[in-house]
Each structure stands twice: as C-alpha cells, then as structure tokens.
C-alpha cells in the first residue's frame, strides 16, 4: 500500500525506521529485530540506504522480506549522489521487482573528499526520474533547523518545494528535540506553498553517545531540558534508555496534541525502544 494512502486513511499513523545489516553474515540478526518491531503493529516500516555500496545493497531484500512476512507496508529508502545514473536505474528495476511501491528520495552525504560521479547533484532529481519511471509513491527528507550545507533555511525552503515540485508526495523531517522548532518549520514550509504531508521524525536518543553522533552529523539543536536528562543519566544505561524514550514519548504527545498526527520514529532496529514508546501511546494511538 502506498504511504500516502495511509495518511489519508488513518487519523494517527506511527511509523518505525530500521537500518540494513553491513553484511550477509548480519542479515539474520537484523531481519529478526526488524521483524519484532514490525509485530507491535506500526503503521509503516522505513529501511534506510546507505550512501554507497555496504548497507546499500540489502535495502532491496530486507524491504521485500519484512513486507512479505509482516505485512507491514515498508519504505525503501534509495539515495542517489554516490551512484551513477545507470546503477540508480538498475537498483529502481530492482525495487520495482521486489513489489516496492514507496521510495524516499534522497540525495545522501557527500563522502569526504567529495569523489562521486556527480550524475547527480539534488534529491529533486531522482525524485523526478522515479516520477517518470514507475507509479512509485515518494518521500523526500527536509530539516526544520536547515540542512547543515544550506546558507540559510530560506534557501533550503526554497530547494524544499522544487523537490515537492518534482514529485515528492510526502516529506520527513530530521530529528528535532524541541518541538517548536518543528511548528516554526511546518508554518514557513506551509507558507511557502508546501502542501504535502509532513512528518516529525522523532528520535529516541537512549544513549549518551548516540546523542554525540547524531548531533555531530545534523547539527540539531539540544535544548537545555534535554541535556540536563542526559547530563543526569547519560552514565547509566537503563536510566538514560528509559529517560530516553519518555522524552521522545511526550514530543509524540505533544505533537497530537497539536494536531500533528501522523509522526515517524528512528527507531534504530531497537523493538524495546518502540516498544517503549507505543507502551505510553497505548491509550492515545
Ligand atoms: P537534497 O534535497 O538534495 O538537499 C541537500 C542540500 O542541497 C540542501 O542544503 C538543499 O538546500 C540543497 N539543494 C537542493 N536543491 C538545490 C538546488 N537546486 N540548488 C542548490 N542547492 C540545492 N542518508 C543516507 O545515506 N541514507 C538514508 O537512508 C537516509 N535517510 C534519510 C531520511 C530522512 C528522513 C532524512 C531527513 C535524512 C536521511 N538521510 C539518509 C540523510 C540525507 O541523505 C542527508 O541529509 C543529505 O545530506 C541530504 O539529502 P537530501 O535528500 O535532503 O538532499
């Protein structure tokens, strides 16, 4: 089923995004986790796609298996900068075979030292070949704070709706851990004529170091309260995943609570952090 089906048909959707295995000898192991996350009834299921080669090349199958044995409508995801445009059309064939019907377009980052075959250069591009080759549905990715490279979110913005021009039937937005960041960027991106779902992607951070990481990569802001609970309960494990999952809990609800109600979860292969988290929504979803 396509995604934006869902959203049209469903008052809250929740979603959960799991990552492929780096290698064959991994697929198992992931599969089973995503497998479980699948089994707590999400809506849909996102697999990402890493940049080139390595994780890249098991997005296809694990998209089609966990469809096949969940029945959970799955987004591959596919990004296009580190590809020529030949292995970009082979790997949408293969998409295509293996009953993908939703894609998230993505440009992905650019490798240190900048060697790709720059065939090319935006998102808005493969956005606009998978539009003209296949009766795909698309999302595209978007950033409430600007994405790191943009001079500033007015340029982004305006990058923004040439990708929803060129095809994009949805938008997910980076991670953000102040919500009002988010409603800041839902009003401009509405008022600049963006008129596709948008969904809030929430990320429960349940490690110190995974906030390190995933800070350093978007440079999304972490607002005092936050790194208080980490500076409290970043050295203990259980602490922090609980306080972790709360905290992306309460974004959720506040974000229904606002009328944001289709919300999508970086789950990060971990089913007791979704788990977690619809455990708290279960009297809401
Ligand atoms: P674009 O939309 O091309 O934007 C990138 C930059 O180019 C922005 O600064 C934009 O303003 C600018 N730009 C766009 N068009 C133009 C133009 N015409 N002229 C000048 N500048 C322009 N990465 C992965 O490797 N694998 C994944 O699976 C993955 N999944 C993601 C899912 C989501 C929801 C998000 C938010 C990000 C994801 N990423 C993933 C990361 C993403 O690949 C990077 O953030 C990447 O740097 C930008 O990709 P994009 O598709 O947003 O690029």
Known sequence: M???EILKNKEK????EVFPPKTTEGYEGIFQKAKEIAALGPDFMSVTYGAGGGTSAFTAGLSHDLMAES?????????????TKETVRETIEVYREKGIKNIMALRGDIPEGGAVPHEYAHASEL???LKENGDFCIGGACYPEGHVESENKKEDLKHLKEKVDAGADFLTTQMFFDN????????RAREAGITVPILPGIMPVTTKKQLGRSVAMSGTMVPPRFSAIVDCFGDDPKAME???IVY???????????????VHVYSMNKPEVAFGILNILRGIL
């Open 248 to 262: 992306a809990a309460d974004q959720i609800i506040d974000l229904f609570a606002n009328d944001v109600t289709h």
């Open 71 to 83: 029945g959970v409508p799955v987004i591959a995801h596919l990004t296009c900068v580190s590809s």
């Open 2 to 4: 396509k995604i934006t």
């Open 180 to 187: 009002g960041v988010f409603y800041n960027f839902l009003y």
């Open 13 to 16: 959707t929740i979603s959960f």
């Open 127 to 129: 956005v606009r070949e």
């Open 242 to 244: 609980q306080a972790g």
